[in-house]
């Protein structure tokens, strides 16, 4: 509030009249700070007080806050969008974190994974995966399945005769060429293969069954 007018006519400011006084942007300590603006952090190496008060507490907060304003502003790339606004790219952190929970434990091996690594057995499916490289094409395929790596020899437009291979089949009954014999041998292989896991199944059922 303005005080009263003077001799003079002129009327004095009071202090809340005047305008604050702002300290200033740029920030200068004897020793330099140091930075990792990919964790937004400030070191400030300058010693204080014993029992620093809560003012030089603040005075310190502020001017390590300054600087690190500064150095993102003058360091890092600004981009502006039109609904965002202004954004700064943060470069990669040099400041290892510690972890917030303890590393994960290992899990103990199963039965199966005991007796596996004693024999040396090797999981397959996980180890050589679902596709196989074909060297003629130069390209991957499955291993099984459409266009898989066990129908070879079925498309192509001509196919080597075996003599003996082309008597079996002209010996069969019906209309049948030395392509369907190659999909019959292997629908044939797959059936085996059930049969002997049907067996293998009773097997170990009767040896669980009389242990």
């Not at 459409?146 to 008597?167: L, S």
Request: charged share 35%.
């Amino acid at each position: 509030m303005a005080s009263k007018p003077d001799e003079t006519g002129t009327a004095s400011l009071s202090k809340s009249d005047s305008k604050p006084e702002f300290l200033p942007v740029t920030v200068t300590k004897p020793i330099p700070y140091t930075f990792d603006l990919g964790n937004l952090l400030c070191n400030d190496y300058n010693p204080v007080s014993e029992k620093p008060t809560d003012a030089e507490i603040a005075s310190v907060t502020r001017d390590c806050a300054q600087a690190l304003i500064n150095q993102l502003l003058t360091t890092c790339p600004i981009s502006s969008h039109p609904i965002d606004g202004f954004s700064l790219r943060l470069p990669p952190s040099t400041t290892p974190l510690p972890r917030e929970k303890l590393l994960p434990v290992p899990k103990p091996p199963t039965t199966w994974k005991k007796f596996a690594k004693k024999k040396g057995i090797k999981d397959k499916k996980r180890g050589e995966g679902k596709m196989v490289y074909e060297e003629a094409t130069g390209e991957w395929v499955p291993k099984w399945g459409y266009k898989g790596r066990n129908k070879d020899g079925e498309g192509d437009w001509i196919v080597e005769v075996d003599e003996r291979k082309e008597k079996k089949v002209e010996a069969m009954e019906g209309e049948s060429t030395v392509r369907s014999e190659g999909r019959r041998e292997r629908k044939e292989k797959v059936r085996r293969n059930e049969r002997k896991q049907r067996a293998n199944k009773r097997g170990a059922w009767k040896a669980g069954a009389l242990s």
